[in-house]
Structure formats: structure tokens, C-alpha cells
């Protein structure tokens, strides 16, 4: 295994602390509103990172937080509180809002053959946590008390910028015009461990501590919880590439003063999916900016969102990807065709372990280059093109889908997307190709199958009859 690593900017081989097991984080949702797709690329890659190291043999741990308090609308602790903020607009108890949102997510993991991970753990599970954090960098000297909250103090750090210089855009996060400074603040970056004091007097959830009733940050709640699950050392850290600055500088911030020592070796940052606006120019895909495209959204206009997942896998995890629906509409067809090509490989001959072995070590080799989605795909037609036998074919692809997830080998119902009508069109030309065939014209009923092809439909001869799928 390579992979890029945030923290190098190189591309590196992946050695774990410990041979054979990997001890993996993923920064889980803020659970007050649905995920969009571009939240959900972040995960649908990460879940091929999981997938491919447990294709390469390796043991894997994987936890992911739920952030269901703590979570400013600013990532550098100023704002209107996340989770108060979705449940003003709905009426609700936070604690509400954040199970219903919870389950959403979860139900789009599902939708997009995204595994849940290995342990999965809400924030407000593990105050006590954050209060034995928090109170070991204070006794150490990497916190202070100032206007009732507590802070990280980034001074008495050799070094706060481990991801490289920050652009002066983002080291002006949290001072724009419409955000009051925090005057509490020792230095500019100093961040908030927990709230006793502020302007959200009416905050729904909060709780003791030494140092009054109050609330966490945001940033302390992912080390607690990877101390938690995987101990005080870790193999590598997902998250989103928007996540880099100031989050995981944060994180990591407070994770070594704390274990006095490096917590995290490899960090895999995604890059994010991005829109065409109005004006002709691409951003980044938010909640706030036009329409809000969630995975229920692209089923009502009728995507799959199975065909969704491989239009990233098209993409590299470190490349922006650039989404409109007619790049959409591309994938959708050359999946149906991939789709359509694999269902017509003839269950023919026998399956040999020394093939099945060549073809995985292909995958491995190729996919394990840092997270490589489109030569795993591009591999996929290698198989397709090849002179093994069909049942090796089938073999080789169903064990590539283990990483892929992209339900190759599994043929739709007939029902599916198909109305009376379509249903009518279908079997008149099976028929008709019936008759054909029964009359030795055979060009013709070759012609037929390929014009029901360019359809989407899928013919097969069986024993029982001929079977179509869509």
C-alpha cells in the first residue's frame, strides 16, 4: 500500500504501528441537517480506502464520531451553534434532530454501499472524556481559563501549522466583519476546549465540570473518542479536505500535548466536489448555495445512487470533481453499459486459483497506489477484454467489487424502471427475436438483442427461456 500523506505531502508506503492491523479515524457528520453529495464523497472514498486496506490483507479498526453537539457554523469556534440552529428551523429537540439525522445518513451510507464502521460514537457519549482531556492540558500548561471558558493556548507549541503554511483566508477565519472576535483569546488561534460562558445562554445540552456547567468544543471530541476506541497512537485520520484547517490542526494540537508524543502517522484528506454556479464559475458544493442535492434528491430525478458512487470512483480522491448532471448522466450511461457487459459473460469453464490470484494482485497493486479508483474500474474492462474463462471473469469482478461496491455482479429485477408499456416493447421483440431464430435468421436476431442493448435491456438465454433484465 502508498498513499498521500497530508502531513509529508508525499506519497508514501503505508507501514502501521503495529504489522498487519490498522487502527483507522474517520471525522463522522454533524448531524443537524441532511449530508449532500459532497459531504458523501468524502465517505464514499474513505470507505474504498477501509475496503482496500482489508483487501490487502490488513486487520482493520475503524471509528467514527458523531457530532451532535459542539459544532459552530464557523470551524474556529464562532457562529450560530449547529445543532440548536437545526433545531429551531424544526421544532425539535436537539437530541431529536440529531437521531433523525443520524439514521439519515446511515440510510444514505446504505444507499451508496457505504460500510458502516467498526464503531461509531456520538459525542455526547463521552463527556467524561473531554473533562479528563481538558484537565490533564490545563495541570500541563497547554490550556487556560479566560472569561469562564477554557482554551487551548497554541504559544507553547513548537509548531501549529503542521499541514504547511495556511493561506491568509484561512487564517482569517472567525474575524470577518459579521463575526464578533473572541477578545477571551490569548493569540489569534487559541480555541475553545469548553464552553462555560457564551452567547448561547439558552444552549440545549450542557453538563458539570471543574469548571462550571457547560458544553465542549468541537475540535476535543475526535481525540477523545480515537483515545477511546484505538488508543493513544494511530495509524491514519479521514476527513474531508476542508477538515484540514483548523480541525485536524486542532486536533492534533491537543492530542500530542496530551500524550506527549506523535498521535497520528498518516492523514487522508479528500478533495471536494464542486458545482458550476450561475455565473459559470465552479465552488464548493454546500448546504446554503442553490439546490440542496442530497441522495434522496438525485433518486427523485431518477438516479440510481449506486451510479452516483461510481461517478467518483471515476475521479481521484485527491482531485476536485467538477459535478453537474450531465457529467451525471455520462456515468450513468457507461455504468449501465459496464453493467450490461458484465450480465452477458456466459457462466463457461473452469475457475483457476492461479488466475483468480494474478488478477487480485493486479487490483492490489494498482488500487493500493494511493487509493487509484479509476485504474481499479479500468481494470474491470481488462477482465472483460481478456481470454479467461467466463467463470473466472465473473470470479475476478465479484472479488474487485469487494473495494469497488458498485453491485456489479447484480442483475436488477425485470420490474425495475420498467412501465406496462416498456414491459410490452420488451417481450414483442423477444418474440419476434424468437421467430427469427427459429427461421435461421440469425443476423436478425442479433440485431434485435443489440437494439434492445441500446436500451439498457439485457437479454440472456436460459434453460428456462430467455430473461431480460434492465
Known sequence: MKIFN???????????????????????????HYAHIGNLRSYIMEDVLEKTLRYSG?????????????????????GEDKMIKGAKREHKTVMEIAKFYTDAFFDDCAKLNIKVPDVVEPA????DEFINMIGTLLDKGYAYKAGENIYFDTSKLKSYYVFGNQSEEELMVGVRDDVSEDTNKRNRNDFVLWFTKSKFEDQALKWDSPWGVGYPGWHIECSCISMKHLGESMDIHCG??????????????????????????????????????????AGKMSKSKGEFLTVSLLEEKGYDPIAYRFFCLQSHYRKPLLFSFDALDQAVGTFRKLKNRIASIEAEGEVRDEVIKEWHDKFTESVGNDINTSMGITLVYDVLKSDITGNEKRAVIEDYDKVLSLDLLKEESAEAGADDELVAYIEAKIEERKEAKKNKDFAKADAIRDELAAKGITIKDTREGVVWTI
Open 6 to 32: 497530508s502531513l509529508t505531502k508525499n506519497v508514501e508506503e503505508f507501514v502501521t504501528n503495529e504489522p498487519g492491523k490498522v487502527n483507522m479515524y474517520t471525522c463522522g457528520p454533524t448531524v443537524y
Open 58 to 78: 490488513y486487520d482493520v479498526k475503524r471509528v467514527m464520531n458523531i457530532t451532535d453537539v459542539g459544532h459552530l457554523s464557523s470551524d474556529a469556534d464562532t
Open 124 to 127: 455526547t457519549n463521552c463527556i
Open 240 to 281: 474531508g479536505i476542508d477538515n484540514m484547517f483548523p480541525h485536524h490542526t486542532n486536533e492534533i494540537a491537543q492530542s500530542e500535548a496530551f500524550t506527549g508524543h506523535k498521535w497520528c502517522n498518516y492523514w487522508f484528506h479528500v478533495h471536494h466536489l464542486v458545482e458550476q454556479g450561475a455565473d459559470g464559475k
